[in-house]
């Protein structure tokens, strides 16, 4: 297999598991990421060295920022795909640290947008976030739906990105799909996140926040099916108005586009979730209740409909099993 896929955020949670599947399926992956310290680089490293014992794989560090260093690893790679999911990303970070989303996620996808142009790529995807539905109130979301009001910081940059895809993608006819992902958990996962802190916690006998009692539930998607959805959707290029065909009317008229929400598609509740949690760590949490966080938002659930009449999407892992899934890795990789 010769095709070449560039794939930014390669050492983050999601981009590792998506270079991995495209390297397993026998594509020729080039790596972009600035390793940054976000987080434990510590896992950043040790999901890059996995990725490394692949023959077809080969890496750049760099910051998205910088286009010299960007556009010499694309430009000698030469990919037909770039799939774009190295972000600033966490919605509570990005309240007191806005500058750094600013940075990351509109001036470096403008570059990765900018460069895609340049070299013709046949099709470009973004990871965008359920997060744009801000504060709508009809659930579960749908493509269509206005995405007008964000709260968060995080929110507005990602649906920043959006336009100026949706732009680019006019202009020059550039083939772009976005991706709405849900709430995204599981092996390898973001340490910044509620299910990776909560897990900690209870294994060091600490108490666990949560926010606004409780009272709130996402889509909490299985980082396989994300992967599944990202791998099919790859060879679906959109062209000028291909959504009418699948009988939907998020079309775009003007430009080869497609925003499309990829999630679980299943309500779970917050409290639902610690209590597999507790019951896969066998230890009971010792909960703090506490009123609802700023920038966050009560519910999210996905309407991935047009998803799947495109591609056959069909998401297969129940919370429980995703739960069970990421305790046994937790355990393993942290002893
Ligand atoms: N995980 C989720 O639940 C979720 C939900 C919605 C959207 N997303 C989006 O999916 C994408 C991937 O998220 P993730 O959960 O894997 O996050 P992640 O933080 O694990 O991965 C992002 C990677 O990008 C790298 N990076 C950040 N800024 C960079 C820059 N300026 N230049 C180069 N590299 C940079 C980081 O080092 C990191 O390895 C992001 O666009 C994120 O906004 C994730």
Same mark, same amino acid.
């Given at each position: 297999?010769?095709?070449? *896929?560039? *794939? ?17 399926? %026998? ?8 390793? @940054?310290?976000? +987080? ?21 560090? %760099? ?25 600033? &990303?966490?919605?509570? +970070? ?11 996620? *509109? $001036?470096?996808?403008? /570059? ?36 007008? =009001?964000?709260?968060? $910081? ?39 996140? &509620? ?8 294994? /060091? ?5 949560? !926010? ?9 998607? !299985? ?19 291909? /959504?009418?065909? +699948? ?5 775009? =008229? ?6 499309? /929400? ?26 703090? !209740? ?14 991935? @409909? ?30």
């Amino acid at each position: 297999m010769k095709i070449k *896929i560039f *794939i930014t955020g390669s050492s983050g949670f999601i981009g590792f598991h998506t270079a991995k599947k495209f390297l397993d399926k %026998g594509y020729i992956v080039r790596g972009f990421d600035s390793m @940054n310290n976000y +987080y434990d680089v510590k896992l950043k490293k040790a999901r890059l060295n996995i990725l490394k014992k692949y023959k077809k794989f080969t890496f750049t560090k %760099g910051n998205l920022e910088n286009k010299k260093i960007l556009s010499k690893s694309v430009f000698s790679f030469k990919p037909s795909i770039i799939i774009h999911l190295a972000a600033q &990303a966490g919605v509570r +970070y990005s309240i007191e640290n806005p500058e750094v989303y600013l940075n990351s996620n *509109i $001036f470096g996808t403008f /570059n990765i947008i900018e460069l895609a142009r340049k070299i013709k790529v046949k099709h470009l995807i973004i990871g965008s976030s359920s997060s744009v539905y801000g504060a709508n109130k009809k659930l579960p979301f749908k493509e269509i739906d206005k995405t007008d =009001h964000q709260i968060s $910081f995080y929110a507005a940059t990602k649906k920043s990105t959006e336009c100026l895809a949706h732009t680019y993608s006019s202009l020059w006819k550039l083939p772009i799909t976005m991706l709405r992902f849900f709430t995204v958990y599981g092996p390898w996962g973001r340490p910044d996140m &509620a299910y990776f802190k909560f897990t900690k916690k209870i294994l /060091n006998k600490r108490k666990i926040d949560i !926010y606004n009692k409780g009272k709130m539930y996402r889509d909490y998607t !299985y980082v396989d099916d994300i992967v599944d959805g990202i791998f099919k959707v790859t060879n679906k290029i959109p062209k000028i108005n291909s /959504n009418k065909k +699948y009988k939907d009317d998020s079309l775009s =008229h003007v430009a080869p586009f497609r925003v499309l /929400n990829i999630g679980n598609t299943k309500k779970i509740y917050l409290m639902n979730f610690i209590n597999v949690l507790e019951k896969e760590l066998g230890i009971k949490a010792i909960k703090k !209740y506490l009123p609802m966080q700023k920038g966050d938002v009560h519910s999210t659930l996905s309407d991935t @409909n047009l998803l799947k009449r495109i591609t056959g999407y069909n998401p297969k892992t129940k919370y429980q099993t995703g739960i069970k899934k990421f305790v046994e890795w937790y355990q393993n990789y942290y002893g």
